[in-house]
């Protein structure tokens, strides 16, 4: 029965102190509402990166429950650096907070050019009529980049005729923390003609600011006889230490190229009036690609008519000439003299090619029998008239 009451008397004398104690207290009696408001200082941005030999600005808020002149601080700046507290043009050691509103202050860090990279702890001290507040922020500054090219295109490949211009859009980025004033260089094969363009101009060179790029105009022209085939083009923008490749394919397709010529080379010839007059011509397709379905026609002067043989040439391979029998008869009422005869040839794809040739007209021998012997009558008929005339 004694231990019962011992033990009893323990578990009273237990829950005595616990409730007696301090902590106890605080945690059935919390702070009663309506109580001011603390004094506080915080950043919504604590923690900021910068590079080397730049300064940073944080945004500070203060907040009082009584109205009150607050001094401002900064503790843990390392010796060389520099540290404001600022608002618009002012410099400030402390501020005037009103209960209910906001007090803002820019604190500026600015470390100086031989600051290490790494991460730098400060605390900002707030301080007031018997109280304080502080809140800690963080400095990373990091190595400062240098200039680093690189290339983005939308397509590499391009296909067309040698007559065709090469257009490919790119776009150059510095991904460095400094401007670099970037120099454009082209290596293509012989027969190419390569030139870049920003804004519609022509540039041998352009400044890239940091951490920005820049879209450019790269347009590679073949000559015209440059073969069919796959060419590669390489693309080097240099700038400083740093520069960037970029590799460029343009694929030439065959096309056909005419022409229109004689056996001899002569582009004359002679036709009699109200005759047809045969003439041979050549049709030639100098070009990298067969000429298919290559239509042939003429301009010619009124009243006359020419015709082909045959009409259309249905493919004629790159390399290799026809022999084409052009008909030309000239108007039944032409004059005699020179006229002008365009020949045309047009392939389905392709340009076509004309030539023009000089036709002399001349009168037919018969006629000019018949005229001589009209002449020879006329001279007789005035000769007979004279003798008989002249005897009287």
Known sequence: MVRRVLAFSAILALLALWTGSPGAVLAQEPAPEGAPQALTVFSRY????????KSVTYPLEIRTGVPQVVRLSLDGLPEGWEATFRSGSRVLQAVYADPGEKASVDLRIKPPNDADSGTYTFTVVARGDGESSRFPIELIIKDRLPPSLSWEIDLPTLRGTPNST????????NEGDEEVEVSLVADAPPGFLVTFKSVGKDVTSIPVDANGSERLDIEVRPFEQIEAGRYEIRVVAQGGETQAELGLVAEVTGQPDLNITTPDGRLSAQAYVGQETPLKILVQNRGSAPALGVDLSATEPSGWTVEFDPKTIDQ?????????????????????????????????QGSSESVEFRITVLTSTLWGVVGILLIAIAVGVVALAVVQFGRR
């Open 166 to 173: 090469f257009r490919y859009s790119a776009t150059l980025r």
């Open 46 to 53: 604590p923690s900021q990166i910068t590079e080397l030999g």
């Open 316 to 348: 004629l391979p790159a390399g290799e000439q026809q022999e084409v029998e052009v008909k030309i008869r000239p108007a039944d009422k032409a004059v005699a003299g020179d006229y002008m005869l365009t020949l045309r040839a047009t392939p389905e």
